[in-house]
Each structure stands twice: as structure tokens, then as C-alpha cells.
């Protein structure tokens, strides 16, 4: 089953001679369950394709399709509501509020959506994320790791449609960066969660199932590497 439809994807900064165009006609799609990499040099296009598929942009023209949502045709709060409730974003800063425990920094999201946390699936994430004696810690008390694991579960805790990662391992050393990408594997596996990841490493690219090559804004290579 398809759940992510990319078509004919266009994005321009700027006007006249100071129009930098970041993607030109970018299409393909993506199977529910699958993990992919999208890799490129800085300036390819790698973090803005990310950031239209997701919702947090607009692009110039072109389409987004996840599952049977037009992501684009969306108004304002109702892009707002898809944005929380179908993406998971990882972030290469973690992006945590310093104020609020790791348990707080996990759930925010559900609860800024009006709804209930699943405390299950909570408990199940805290265990999974090697948290649980962490839960009530801030975010200065916890290794970049740590961190990181915390935004991870941020991002799987609604059972998002797809999980997008901006280099989630660009600021951690080997080791931690080694178990970010167990997490997300084991998302993928045992959640059958829809993973894109951004990186430029091409060790970490290796671990995916699907490889996408960017530059220029345009795609120059798209190759499965194992099924």
C-alpha cells in the first residue's frame, strides 16, 4: 500500500535574479513500512524535500499524498492537526522544551491535540527508549543520547503515518548515533513504521531498505538495496 505520493515537487526562494530553486520536479512514492534515506550533499534539497512532506512548508506547485490526505489542499488548522497527528519529526537538536520532564516532553504533543495519552503506550516507549528512571528528569540532566531517545519517542507516541528524521545522528558521537538508528530500525520492524531519514553518511544511509539521491534539487539516483 502506498503511503506517501510525491508528485512533480517545486520549491523557489526568493524572485527575479534572487530565485534559488531548492527542488524542481521531484516524484516518487513510498510503501507503507518501508525505510528509506535520502541523501545529498548540503544544498541538494535533502531538508527541504523533508520539510514539504511533512507539512512545515508550502511548495512552490506539485502534490503530496499521504495516504488519502492532499496534504496541500489542507487549510491552515486542519495542515496544523495533520502535522501532529500523522508526522513524527526527529530533528537533529532534539528540539526539547527545557522547562518539561522527558515524560512531559514526550506526551506534549498528544496533549497539545486535546487528547489522552495512551499510557500504554507510553510505559511500552520509556522501556523501549531505556528511560523509564529518566522520566522525570529534565532535558539538561540527559546525555545528547538520551535526548535524542527522548525526541524519538516524542515522535513515535501518536503512531504517527510516517516518521521523518533530519540528520538524527549529526550530533551525536558513534555509539550513541549507532543505537538512534537501532530505534528506528526497530520502529520500523516491530511498529511497521514508515521511515524517511535524512543523512549524509553514507553508513548510516546503508541501513535502509531504499536509498534516494538528491542534487540540485532533483533526484539522480533511487535504488532499493535490500527487500
Known amino acids: 500500500m502506498t503511503i506517501l505520493q510525491v508528485e512533480h515537487l517545486c520549491k523557489v526562494y526568493g524572485q527575479g535574479d534572487n530565485a534559488v530553486r531548492a527542488l524542481s520536479d521531484?516524484?516518487?512514492?513510498?510503501?507503507?513500512?518501508?525505510?528509506?534515506?535520502?541523501?545529498?550533499?548540503?544544498?541538494?534539497?535533502?531538508?527541504?524535500?523533508?520539510?514539504?512532506?511533512?507539512?512545515?512548508?508550502?511548495?512552490?506547485?506539485?502534490?503530496?499524498?499521504?495516504?488519502?490526505?492532499?496534504v496541500y489542499a489542507l487549510k491552515e488548522d486542519d495542515l496544523a492537526v495533520f502535522r501532529r497527528r500523522q508526522v513524527g519529526l526527529i530533528y537533529q537538536f532534539y528540539n526539547l522544551i527545557p522547562v518539561l520532564n522527558v515524560e512531559e516532553n514526550m506526551t506534549l504533543p498528544v496533549r497539545m491535540d486535546g487528547r489522552e495519552v495512551n499510557r500504554d503506550r507510553l510505559e511500552e516507549l520509556l522501556e523501549l527508549l531505556k528511560l523509564k528512571d529518566r522520566a522525570?528528569?529534565?532535558?539538561?540532566?540527559?546525555?545528547?543520547?538520551?535526548?535524542?531517545?527522548?525526541?524519538i519517542g516524542r515522535a513515535l507516541l501518536n503512531a504517527p503515518a510516517l516518521l521523518l528524521a533530519d540528520e538524527p545522528t549529526g550530533n551525536l558521537d558513534t555509539e550513541n548515533s549507532r543505537e538512534v538508528m537501532e530505534l528506528l530500525r526497530y520502529s520500523n520492524r516491530v511498529y511497521a513504521q514508515t521511515?524517511?531519514?535524512?543523512?549524509?553518511?553514507?553508513?548510516?544511509?546503508?541501513?535502509?531498505?531504499?536509498?534516494?539521491?538528491?542534487?540540485?534539487?532533483?533526484?539522480?539516483?533511487?535504488?532499493?538495496?535490500?527487500?
Open 195 to 227: 521511515v524517511l531519514v535524512i543523512t549524509h553518511d553514507e553508513d548510516i544511509a546503508l541501513q535502509a531498505d531504499r536509498v534516494i539521491a538528491l542534487e540540485d534539487g532533483k533526484i539522480i539516483k533511487d535504488e532499493v538495496i535490500r527487500q
Open 136 to 151: 522525570g528528569h529534565l532535558p539538561n540532566q540527559l546525555s545528547g543520547g538520551q535526548q535524542q531517545r527522548v525526541s
Open 26 to 70: 521531484v516524484s516518487f512514492s513510498v510503501e507503507q513500512g518501508e525505510f528509506v534515506a535520502i541523501v545529498g550533499s548540503s544544498g541538494s534539497g535533502k531538508s527541504t524535500l523533508l520539510h514539504l512532506i511533512g507539512g512545515v512548508d508550502r511548495p512552490t506547485s506539485g502534490k503530496v499524498t499521504v495516504g488519502d490526505i492532499d
